[in-house]
């Protein structure tokens, strides 16, 4: 996957969504998400997580009870499979992290697989 480049994120074998790759770092990727229906089963775990994520911008630190619930949301996005096929059908990244922020999305990369018979 390039730059500019368009994939299909999948979560626990369910195609969720379109992803628009816009820069790479490392073993991290950043880009922009278009959920399908199909993401409103998901979409309340990631909201939590963004809301608590952004509960202590204005404090140095969350309080203790929103840290644990911020951990807990953190351990079950990791608990989710995930992957992101290239739209070309080539490419599959296995993802180890996922983080959806809104229209936001960043991955970091556990696996990068070609894709055989493809196209």
Known sequence: MTTGSRARLT???TDVGHVRV???ADS?????FEPSAAFA???????RWSLLLHAGHDEDRLNPAASEELR???LAIDALRCTLLSDDG??????????????LIDWKVGQRRRVKNAG
């Open 72 to 74: 807990r949301a953190e």
């Open 28 to 32: 991290w990727g950043f880009g922009e």
């Open 11 to 13: 979560i626990n074998g």
């Open 90 to 103: 080539r490419e599959l990244l296995d993802l180890t992290q996922l983080n959806i922020d809104g229209p």
């Open 41 to 47: 089963e998901f979409a309340p775990l990631f909201g």
């Open 22 to 24: 816009r820069t790479f």
